[in-house]
């Protein structure tokens, strides 16, 4: 157990003085960036899923017809 508490203490320590952290206006403006892109990858997605559910529904319509 003592090993595990030496682990996660040594690994704080390196977090808080060895990395590098972006500004506070820098990480704003890249969430801003990621949320936009997941809203846009999000709806590109519901997009191809809506098409191919149509395309197979006339596909099997088509077949039963």
Not at 1 to 8: E, H, Q, S, T
Not at 16 to 32: D, G, H, Y
Request: no cysteine; aromatic share 18%; charged share 20%.
């Amino acid at each position: 157990m003592a090993r595990i508490l030496n682990y996660i203490s040594e690994a704080f320590e390196e977090l808080k003085s060895n990395v590098t952290w972006p500004e506070w206006a820098e990480v704003q403006r890249l969430t801003i960036v990621v949320a936009v892109f997941s809203v846009l990858f999000a709806l590109a997605t519901w997009g191809v899923d809506e098409f191919f559910a149509k395309a197979l529904s006339n596909f099997f319509n088509w077949i039963k017809a």
